[in-house]
């Protein structure tokens, strides 16, 4: 097992004088958000949040605006108190921590992106990307060889001397990703970076973060409103709904076992095609009457994408081999179901 | 996506579409409660025309006026139909028992009267014979005047019953008015009743009929009967300010205003003597700024001062300002005026810079706790509404007379802007940015001095640059209480109408707040355009 880096457990935010009250009603009586509301005048934020990030993990917590995702991700880095739970952050209980050493923690370890950039507009673009660095106390000739080389990384050599007003949106966000990882941080904690962004530029910035978060193994929190980005970019994917976690998983458990009718909905729309693996919709071989001579070969791991362009050849169907040995066969009837979602 | 198709509307040509007049006629009803179903049938009408003007009459708005749209909650109409139907009324008094011809006719009297006085005087001189024509004349001349009185007072009589008839018309055309508006008036509250339902009053509520009517009756006898008796009771014309003394304190000679302004000035002197020692470091330490300015403008020689003064204008504002501002300390100082300008200068300069001072970090703390700001506010208001003129007196009475005092009153008047726009801009320092800086792990005095005061900086500059022009317009005011500079100047010639000094002591005043404006707008722009 590789070392847990965040570990959330039992966490709880309730907005409100009477949170007390209501996180008891709440685990009584199951009463929902609106009626906690007229209750107790009390909102809840998250309710009994717990999951744990392994390193170099991209942890995607997904869900719609008022879901919590914000409130829980500023819980990491203790933006926000939590009403009750703890969370652990390289073994260290993040709520005990005191100003000094939270701070501490935050400059040394964590590194965050915002939806709205939030780079301050005084200063130039290596002064931006350098500030983690400047809170820390780096002189100035260190800050300025790190945040230029931060620069480097999000390929934008030559912009340093700019203020942030005269970079586009997508290069604002990249200075933003920048900043985050000037200092070397072991977290990245990312908050719809770029949900407001325009389609293009966003898809453009998925591949290049998932490149970069991949080369230099960071453990990443990464909210989002979009399931498609959650599963281009998720190694695991959270969904919250009213605050609460209704599903964790790889974006392949996501897809094809929903676990209710809110996450069901939501898997509808999204392309099967390179989520779908070769092992999850494969029959066994003697179920396959009749000859298997000259059928296309493909690993067990092999994508709908993959096992399509093999199948469109031959009449035969596809056999599906694991470490060499063939231990099952999809069949066109299947394969077409796949791409729909493996509906019988 | 399918469900939703299916309970949407099936499709009418708007022609074909019925209104729902039971569903409106209910709703009418609920609002208007006690005659639902008239209104319900005028609203009808109301809605069913498209004309301009109202078609329906309602007899019971047009006979009760005033108190029938008080009734039914329509308090605009109330207090407009209220004043127009007393024009009304006071027009029908007059020319009831009001009598337009009495002042004419005492007059004639009075005149006849001294018409035969003098006819006696004749009489008496014929007797001692002297010559009476003098006399005789004289009479007949008044005894013509009082004719003319007389027919003067039979013409305004005749008018009374004009009056009267113009009186009744006018009330009727109101009551027209009325009548023919009220339905449509009503209809307009239920619309927004619809709306709102909780603050738009609806049905006829007998708390309002009772409330009209005794608005009523205050308001309209006592009008109508001032208007129209020739000489109204005397205790309608002023308040009776010493009777109601005379109750409270049981004496003829003090009222209420002596005794409070006599006890308000024992508790004055008592507190100024008490605090002598606090408003006397506070005297010397506004001097100790005062004198430290007035030494660098006054004390360093002229054209040293001069120099830098045009060099700061043409580096802060451009060489248009530059040479304006030479032009302007050329006619300074070729009148006389040099060192007293300078001496206004280092008044407005120690103000300012005192606002700034103490502005600037009680502004910024205000930003950051709204609490702080809603308890200051008043106190800013009031600092900016309250006359120069009226806090003048306790600054004479706590800290004296001369240049410091002057320069506290202008720092009453010019430190809001500062404080505020400070405040103002540190609020709006966008929220993300600042959580931004302490996800990265900044410290409150981090954060302030990183985000906060960068990014609210234009603000605070605006707020400098307004609290320099509030210390400006106090130059003269502050010669009042003994401040010195040229707002002396124009004090000494007000008070002798000496026009010549007073012009030219003027516009030196203008040109010394011109430079400087010019100095600090031009520095702010170019801070801008940064």
Redesign the interface.
Known sequence: MTETVVKVSNVWKVFGERSAEAIKAIMDEGIGKPQVLERYGCVVGVQDATFEVPRGEIFCIMGLSGSGKSTLVRHI?R?IEPTSGTIELLGRDVSKLN?KDL??????H???V?????????RSVRDNVA??L???GVNKSKRWAVSDHALQLVDLVGYEDRLPKELSGGMQQRVGIA?ALA?DPEVL?MDEPFSALDPLIRMQLQDQFKALVAELKKTTLFITHDLDEAIRIGHRIAIMKDGIIVQIGTPEDIVMNPSDDYVREFVQGISKLKLVKAHSILEPLESYEGSLDGAPRADEGADLDQLINHAVGTDLPVVITSDGRDIGVVTKPRLLRGIQGGKE | MAENQESAATVVAASDIEVDHAGLDASINEFAGPGGDYYSKNFQRIHSSTGFLPNTFNWVAAILGPVWAAARGIWGMFWGFLILEMIAWVQIGRGWWGDPGASFFERAEKQRERAAEFLQRAEAARLEGADPARFEKLAENINNAAEKSEALGAAASSEAFAILLGGILTLLAFKAVQGFYANSIYEKQYSSWRVDHKSVESGRKLKNIILSVVLVILIAPLTVYKFTVDSPLEVLNAFPERQVSAIFLDSDKATLFTELAGWLEQKIDAAAIAGAGGFDSITAGVRSVLDALSLALIGTPWPVVMLVICVVAWRAAGPRVAIFTAASLAYIALLGYWEISMETVALVGAAVFICVVIGIPLGIWFGKSRRAYNAAEPVLDLMQTLPAFVYLIPIIAFFGTGNPPGILATIIFGMPPVIRLTSLGVRGV?E??K?????????RF?LLR??EV??A?PSIMTGVNQTILMCLSMVVIISLIGGGGLGKVILEALQYAAKGPGLLGGFAILFVAMVIDRIVQGAFRREDQK
Request: hydrophobic share 50%; no cysteine.
């Open positions: 880095n933006l100003q701070r501490a923690m935050r400059a040394n964590i590194g965050m915002f939806q709205h950039m939030a780079l301050m507009p005084h500030y983690p400047e809170i820390r900043r200092s904690l | 966008p993300p940015i959580e931004a800086a302490v996800a990265f792990g900044a410290s981090q990183d985000v960068p990014l900086l």
